[in-house]
């Protein structure tokens, strides 16, 4: 499911559809439980009906048969509380993922959204790095744009205007970047893209992971090292200063 707007109802959604899938398992799995307690208890009861009352059978091994049914749905039950608190956790993160909408997130991907025409991008140079090439491709793997990087050791910062080699203005959308970093002893380093873009969208993935989109490239809210508020909107009511940078990145 993916949230376009900070909207209540998109939120509990999610938080309903993850709610229900996790009450879905747990019923299973009781009822389940359930069907093969009703067959043991018949088969009991048949045992105890025609058994032979000069060898009775040994009630330790019905006691034990029980005490196995316990532990089972004791087991059962306690994974459903684990389920519901799961749901509860991913309804509270998605109601959180929400205020990213809007400002502008930065995190480690190779893939690179295009948006207004620009693209931004940060990378750090290695110390030996004797020359730097920036390489941007399309969908379909054709390199549109290469450019010399910066090979100073450092991080440094790089814009994309979406034009090609031949000054053709691309279209909006997303991009494959590649920053590789020739030694000064001739030996290729692939040098990590930390990506800028504005969030449009958010939603799960299939392991429930909050996923951050911006125009289609979407990047896991755990990987965001950096968040940017735009422009001329108060800092205090989301955090201390306009940008917020996460630590241990």
């Known amino acids: 499911m993916t949230v376009t707007s900070a909207t209540s109802s998109s939120t509990t959604g ?6 229900n899938a996790a009450a879905s398992q747990s019923a299973l799995s009781q009822q389940s439980l359930a069907t093969n307690m009703n067959s043991f208890l018949t088969l009991l009861t048949a045992q105890l009906k025609n058994q032979d009352p000069l060898s009775p059978t040994d009630s330790a091994q019905f006691t034990n048969q029980l005490v196995q049914f316990a532990e089972v749905q004791q087991q059962i039950n306690i994974n459903a ?9 991913n309804s509270t993160e998605m109601a959180s993922a929400v205020t990213y909408l809007g400002n502008t997130v930065t995190g480690v991907s190779s893939s690179l959204p295009l948006q207004s025409s620009q693209a931004n991008l940060n990378y750090t140079t290695p110390a030996n790095s004797g020359k730097v090439t920036i390489t941007i491709s399309d969908s379909a ?4 744009s290469s450019a010399a990087g910066n090979a100073t050791a450092g991080t440094h ?14 279209s909006d959308g997303t991009y494959t970047v590649a920053i590789n970093s020739v030694g000064t002893d001739g030996s290729n380093t692939a040098v ?5 873009g504005v969030v449009t969208s958010m939603g799960m993935d299939a392991n429930n992971n909050v996923q951050l989109y911006m125009n289609g490239v979407d990047m896991p809210l755990a990987s965001v090292i950096k968040v940017t508020l735009p422009m001329g909107t108060s800092a205090s009511s989301s955090s201390s200063s306009s940008t917020t940078t996460k630590t241990g990145a």
């Open 192 to 196: 990590d893209a930390a990506v800028s």
């Open 81 to 89: 509380n684990l389920e519901k608190m799961q749901a509860t956790s």
């Open 14 to 19: 999610t938080s309903s559809v993850a709610s």
């Open 141 to 144: 793997g054709n390199i549109v």
């Open 157 to 170: 910062a790089y814009s994309w205007n979406g034009k090609d080699m031949y000054g053709k203005q691309l």
